[in-house]
């Protein structure tokens, strides 16, 4: 059973995000996980000067996906950080990709889900996950989120991401806030959900 997890990462707070969900869904038993990230569309130049070139290193290793590595997936966990309250343009330019899986029906029937990473509190982290799902049901996934089972979003005695949409972090505006303990234990859960429905599915 194969679990692919493909995020986009600026600044490492969804890289950080993708590697708990990758830890989660490990747990399940004959779960194959696979890290991928989507193609940089940023110029170096600008990459460079915003900092994000050096931030991007930690993640260099993981390589860039390509839309047929879609094709035998059992899940697929997709990550993004939020760009004016909708998922990144790099995310989209591959999902852009996919219209040729479309046409074939390759992706129906696999499980997709989504996480996301915001700076701020309520910038957008649920319109993101919720329009993500749109593009997972037109390719005709099977939409998974993060259930209330997983209590540890009903957390309010402190500042911390988690949606029943997906697992979330909040970097802060000046990304200076890297994952808390609360929001890394979501983004297992969600993986170890998902590798679990998969299993499921695949038994059938
Ligand atoms: C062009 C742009 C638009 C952004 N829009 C939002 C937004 O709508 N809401 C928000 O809370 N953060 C927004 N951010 C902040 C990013 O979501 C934040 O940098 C990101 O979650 C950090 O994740 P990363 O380290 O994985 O890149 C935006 C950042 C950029 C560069």
């Known amino acids: ?6 995020f986009y990462s600026m600044y490492g707070h969804t890289y950080r995000m993708a590697e708990a969900v990758a830890e989660g869904a490990r747990q399940v038993e004959g779960a194959e996980v ?3 990230q989507v193609a940089e569309l940023v110029p170096d130049s600008v990459l460079e ?9 930690a993640f260099t290793h993981i390589p860039t996906a390509k839309p047929d590595d879609l ?6 966990i997709f990550g993004t950080p939020t760009r004016f309250g909708n998922m990144c343009a790099q995310m989209r330019n591959f999902l852009d990709q996919t219209g040729g899986l479309w ?6 029937g696999k499980v997709g889900s989504a996480f996301t ?4 509190q309520h910038g957008g982290q649920e319109t993101t996950l919720t329009s993500f799902h749109s593009t997972l049901l037109h390719q005709g996934m099977v939409v998974v989120g993060l259930p209330y089972s997983e209590a540890r979003q009903m957390t309010i005695d402190e500042i911390t991401g988690g949606s029943p949409y997906g ?6 505006t000046d990304g200076s806030r890297m994952p808390s303990e609360n929001e890394l234990a979501m983004a297992r859960f969600q993986g170890h959900h998902v590798a679990d429905i998969a299993k499921r599915l695949a038994k059938q």
């Open 1 to 6: 059973m194969k679990i692919k997890i493909v």
């Open 103 to 108: 046409a074939q029906g390759a992706l129906v």
């Open 167 to 172: 697992a979330t972090t909040i970097a802060g």
């Open 117 to 120: 990473s915001t700076g701020t």
């Open 71 to 76: 094709a035998d997936a059992d899940a697929i």
């Open 34 to 36: 696979e890290l991928l």
């Open 49 to 57: 000067e915003s900092g994000a070139k050096k931030a991007r290193e």
